[in-house]
DNA sequence: TTGACGCCCATAAATACCCATGGTATCCCA
DNA sequence: TGGGATACCATGGGTATTTATGGGCGTCAA
């Protein structure tokens, strides 16, 4: 396996502890890492998390800028300075500080859905509001393109 | 871990110390430094600060200018001129001189801010204010980058 | 002597590690 | 094919360690 993907519900322990699905644990571990990197989403109520990959999307987007420039000062600070690394426990836990479950709304249930590079941490109500808006607008591209997008996406959007 | 990352809220106690968060401290350390290097921003009013990178990142600017140019000697001794060593104590904090304060306007709290080769120390009321600047700029980055077409960067640069 | 600075120790809170448990899916063998 | 044993996983909690912070004391230099 070497994408992130499915979606997990997962619970927080009295301590804060998230365990991360195995699956997931062990691309992270295919990194070489014992730590997950995660960090609030712009617009969204949501957090990404990942290994290598999210880190190597993050660095190319700010190597888009020349050295020094401000725009790259700014862009470092705003996506590096908000990078948490999450420290996986023995059993393969990591705890969400409080600043991240403030932002996802998370209190003690989590939705985790894997896209790909990177995977989502979903406050679990939101993230089925979410999910419905996705459909809904998916059904919409539908109908606007027709025949187009009657095949593949009619079953990826589960209809 | 081998990057700054990650946003830290400090306090200065009444001798005027403050730590160096624990994972900035383990990549000092990792350079063989038992100090930190600290400088004031030329146009900001923050601190720059970190290991070997810092000053190699300092280097590499000042050598893009030519050699006994002016640009260069100017370049030079503002940023070397104004570096800092802050020795770290040995549960790991070190002290601002009176300059780097007043040039950041920091009193009794600092936030530190992680930008990948090095950290930045804000006043906090500062550092809000020029956060919530940057993430405004980002949007409109990710908005640029987002129009031109939905692969790969738009998972990269985070929902 | 006085103040600035470095070292030492103290402490509370946060964190990391250890072991335990119950459930589920899988495997193996009759 | 069925049923028991097994391995894995998510979760829970106790305990040790680390961390951030505070304060005391000695030392060195002005």
Redesign the pocket.
């Known amino acids: 396996m070497e994408r992130f993907v499915s979606t997990?519900?997962?619970?927080?322990?009295?301590?804060?502890?998230?365990?991360?699905?195995?699956?997931f644990?062990?691309l992270i571990a295919r990194d070489g890492l014992e730590h997950v990197y995660c960090h609030p989403a712009l617009d969204l109520p949501v957090l990404q998390a990942g290994g290598a990959r999210l880190m190597a999307g993050i660095d190319s987007l700010i190597e888009r800028y020349p050295p020094y420039s401000e725009a790259r000062e700014e862009l470092a600070a705003a996506l590096y300075g908000s990078i948490e690394t999450l420290?996986?426990?023995?059993?393969?836990?990591v705890?969400l500080?409080e600043g991240l479950k403030t932002h996802a709304q998370i209190r003690d249930e989590a939705t985790l859905v894997g896209v790909g590079d990177s995977f989502r941490i979903w406050e679990p109500i939101r993230f089925r509001a979410h999910l419905a808006e996705a459909k809904a607008k998916v059904r919409i591209l539908k109908q606007q393109f027709g025949s187009q997008g009657a095949t593949r996406d009619s079953r990826a959007d589960g209809a």
């Open positions: 997990y519900a997962m619970r927080l322990d009295s301590k804060g502890r998230m365990s991360i699905p195995a699956p644990r062990a420290r996986l426990d023995p059993e393969g836990r705890m500080s």
